[in-house]
Each structure stands twice: as C-alpha cells, then as structure tokens.
C-alpha cells in the first residue's frame, strides 16, 4: 500500500456586506466597479421578479452589462431539487458559462436555493445575496448556508457556499407585508438577547420608528441597524469555527418556536413561533433561576412591542410539545436542549461548557403548563 497525506491550503474569504437605502438603484454602477462575472442570472421569484428584479435587470443591461431574470413561484414549497434543477437547465441552455455570477434577489427562500444553485453550477460561480426581506437581511444572507428542502425534512440538502458580497437595501422593506416584516424582526432582536445587550439598547432607543417604518431617519436608522446585526451574526459565525457548537446561540428559543410552528400547522409564522419560544426560554430561565426577573420582562416587552403574542396557543398541549421536541435532531436521551439566557446579552453556560441546557421532559413539561397559565 501507498498513502499520500495532501495539504489542501484553504485561503481565507473575505466577502463585503454593503448596507445603504436606495442601493438596488445604483448597483449596476456598483457592479460595473467591482465586476462578480460577464454575465448575470438574476435568480428571484415571481413576487420581487416585478418589484425588484425585472427593474435591476433593465438598468443592468442599460448599463451594458448582459443580464437574465430566473423566476420561480414564490413561497417555501418552491425550496425544492426540481426548482434547483430547473434553474441549472434554464442557465445550462442559455449558455450560462464559468465566466457567469448570479445575483440572489428576494428573500431566504430565493437565497437558499440560488445560493445552492451557485455553489454547484460548474463547480461553483460566485454570487451575490440581495436580500429583500427582513429574515433574509438579518439572519439567512449571513453565514454561508444554502440548502432546499425534500419531502424527508427542511434544509437536509444543501451546501456551505458564501456569497461574493451581499448588497441589503432597507428601502425594499418598505413593500414587505407586516407579518414577513415583524416576523423576521424576532430575529434580530434574538441576536440582542444573546449577545449584545448594547445593540437591544439602540433597537429600543430607535423601536418606535422601526415599527413605524417611516421617518426622516428611518432610512439611515435601519443602516446602521442592519450593519450592527450583521456584525453580530457574523462574528457568532466567525467563533464557531474556534469554538464549536458556539452557533448554537442562534437557537435561541427555536427549540420550543419549532416545535409551536409544526404544531400550528404554519398557521403561525416561523418569526411568530420563536418569538413564542423565546417568550418561554425567558420563562424557563427566570424559573430555573439563571436568570432575574427583569431579565425575562425586558425580553417580553420587546417582542409585545413587534406584536408578537409570545403565549403557547390553547389548541398546543405540553404533551404535543413534549413530543415533536424529543424528536428533533438536536435532542439527547430525549431531553430537549434549551439556550437559556443568564443576562441580556449571555447565555448561560451549562456545568461542562456547552452554551446549551439539556433539561428533562418532566421540567419541561412543568414549565409548559405553569407558562400557559400565567395568562
Ligand atoms: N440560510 C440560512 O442561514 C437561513 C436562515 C434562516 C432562514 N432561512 C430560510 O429562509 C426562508 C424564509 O425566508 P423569508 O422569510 O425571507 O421567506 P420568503 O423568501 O418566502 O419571502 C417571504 C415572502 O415575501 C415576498 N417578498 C420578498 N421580498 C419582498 C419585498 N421586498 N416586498 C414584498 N414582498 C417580498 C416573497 O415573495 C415571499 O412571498 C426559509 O426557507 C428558511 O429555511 C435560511
Ligand atoms: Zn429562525
């Protein structure tokens, strides 16, 4: 036998995230500046297709530089291999070569399957995020997943592909129904509660006007908003590959916000369901004493201020709960694994380490109903 042990040089990426209102209506100049292809495949779905990406391509192409919309139908059902496949054929036939970049315009579900698309036509192509939801411009354009999902779960096939630089323009929020809106609100938010109490202090400060959505200074507000989450999530990220399992924080009030999303059947939003779980995971902590009661109320108020309910809905039992939770992957010996928050701001670490909280079902359970009772 022969072995051959190869030292595969991984160089570090570095990629811009470019924050400013009105920036879709200048990125053909910007484009021009800092070329990502010679040609694009605007990827988007058939609601931002008119709103923003048909617009993006006429001024791409005004701009001299050859462009092409791909629109799926809009919604999660469309986060599929057949969607993924489609678009790979549509850039196959249309000559679409190594030489080519795609531009990922609308939400988390365009930027999940464009950003997959991209990681593996032609063994990858770079790609721009240009997120045009608030989930998608706090949470899913930064960190580098991409995935579709299939009938066996949600995101089980994917890749880690980071985009060549992401262009976030608040102002497209401003067409963004209340529910996408508020519901990915929750997200960012979360990154407060887990690790910055200074950025929750300036959400609160500036709270009334982001709920607004209006203002002289909501346009430069949001900027400054959406660079400061940007920094959170992004050095979370960064650390986990020092730290593992750091990114784990993220699951702030997932564990239960999942578990209330599957349970409604999606009648509740996934922004709505966290906020229910990070409603409870406040709770929990104050009960099991990490935590102050001050701690828990700041963290209900804020949410309350997006109008989020926070409250388990009457038709979930703790029994239900219990149940979807001991079946998720990331649940051990069947007990569920909970961030819990010690401050605003820092998490809680459990006895060997770990940023999360293995608590039995029968605490759980305890918890689940002394929650829905307290009105
Ligand atoms: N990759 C990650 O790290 C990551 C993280 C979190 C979530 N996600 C994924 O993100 C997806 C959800 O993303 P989402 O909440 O943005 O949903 P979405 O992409 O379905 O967008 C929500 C709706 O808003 C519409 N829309 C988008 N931009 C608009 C605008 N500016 N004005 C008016 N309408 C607009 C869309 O057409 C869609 O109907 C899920 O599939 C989830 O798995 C990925
Ligand atoms: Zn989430």
Not at 40 to 60: F, G, H, K, Q, W
Not at 61 to 87: C, D, M, N
Request: hydrophobic residues 40%.
């Amino acid at each position: 036998m022969k072995e051959l042990s190869v030292d595969v040089v991984v160089r570090p990426k570095e990629y811009r995230i470019v924050i400013e209102a009105g920036l879709l209506n200048n990125l053909a100049s910007e484009l021009k500046r800092n070329p990502l292809g010679k040609r694009y495949a605007i990827i988007t779905d058939t609601i931002v297709n008119p709103l923003y990406a048909e617009p993006l391509c006429r001024s791409l192409r005004e701009a001299g530089i050859p462009a092409q919309v791909y629109a799926f139908a809009h919604g999660e059902a469309s986060k599929t291999r057949q969607t993924k496949e489609w678009l790979e054929n549509s850039l196959l036939d249309d000559g679409f070569g190594r030489d080519s970049a795609i531009l990922a315009v609308g939400g988390g579900v365009v930027g999940d399957v464009a950003g997959f698309v991209a990681a593996t036509y032609m063994r990858g192509v770079p790609f721009a995020q240009v997120p045009t939801t608030t989930l998608a411009q706090v949470d899913s354009s930064i960190g580098g997943k991409t995935a579709v999902d299939v009938p066996q779960g949600k995101n089980l096939i994917g890749a880690f592909h980071h985009p060549a630089v992401v262009y976030m323009d608040p102002q497209t929020l401003m067409s963004l129904d209340e529910r996408n809106y508020f519901g990915g609100l929750v997200e960012l938010v979360k990154h407060g509660f887990i690790a910055d109490e200074e950025f929750l202090a300036f959400y609160r400060q500036h709270q009334q006007t982001i709920v607004a959505r209006s203002g002289t200074e909501y346009a430069d507000m949001m900027e400054e908003l959406m660079l400061r989450n940007c920094r959170i999530k992004n050095e979370v990220v960064r650390l986990d590959e020092q730290e593992t399992n750091l990114r784990k924080i993220l699951n702030y009030g997932h564990t239960l916000g999942h578990g209330v999303e599957i349970l409604s059947d999606f009648l509740l939003s996934h922004g709505e369901s966290v906020a229910v779980g990070i409603g409870f995971a406040a709770y929990l902590a104050w009960r099991l004493g990490f935590c102050t009661r001050e701690t828990m109320e700041i963290q209900m108020d804020v949410l309350e201020g997006l109008g989020m309910p926070c409250r388990i809905p009457d038709s979930i039992t703790a029994e239900q709960l219990i149940r979807v939770m001991s079946m998720d992957k990331k649940a051990k010996d069947g007990k569920a694994e909970f961030v819990l928050l010690e401050s605003v701001g820092k998490v809680k670490r459990a006895a060997d380490g770990d940023c999360a909280q293995k608590i039995a079902p029968d605490v759980v359970r305890a918890m689940i109903d002394e929650y829905k009772n307290i009105g």
